[in-house]
């Protein structure tokens, strides 16, 4: 059960930071992207131009679809269609429903799709679930810098630590 809760590569870098030629190298071919806390703050709706930056380059090197728990629909749209990215919204991680539906849509082997996201019991839990590559980034502020210390994080993995150990 542990192998669920644990990131396949915990970066500690925020994910305008993750080098493309590294998952390039893992055979990664499509990025499934978590909205709020990792491509721009939850009380936000500007998107850092790091972030806008990493994503451009990553759009010419993998497929990319954002994958979201937030419940709005408006919201995630309107960041979709900025990014010129695919979206789910209301996809409710870590259940694997929505998720595999995008994944389902996007028609390309498990083995080179990774989850990339800020939560550990959404993001990498519904990552592992279905068995594709998850990456733990830190979550990012309203300037678009990671955040120094993260409580929800801390609390995640030590509830985690409780129920999974």
Not at 143 to 152: A, D, I, S, T
Not at 153 to 164: A, C, D, H, N, P
């Amino acid at each position: 059960m542990v192998s669920l809760i644990k990131a396949s590569w915990d970066s500690q870098l925020p994910i305008y930071k993750i080098p493309q030629n590294k998952l390039q190298r893992k055979g990664i071919k499509c990025l499934l992207l978590d909205v709020d806390g990792t491509i721009l703050n939850r009380n936000s709706t500007k998107i850092p131009d790091k972030v806008i930056n990493w994503i451009k380059k990553s759009k010419r090197l993998f497929s990319l679809y954002l994958i979201s728990n937030n419940p709005s629909e408006k919201r995630i749209s309107m960041i979709g269609k900025s990014l010129g990215i695919k979206y789910k919204f209301k996809a409710f991680k870590p259940s694997k429903k929505i998720t595999l539906e995008a994944i389902n849509e996007i028609n390309i082997d498990r083995k080179n799709i990774a989850i990339i996201g800020d939560r550990l019991l959404t993001d990498i839990f519904v990552g592992n679930k279905c068995k594709i590559y998850s990456i733990l980034v830190k979550k990012i502020n309203r300037e678009g810098k990671p955040v120094k210390f993260n409580l929800l994080l801390k609390f995640e993995k030590l509830i985690s630590f409780f129920i999974f150990k």
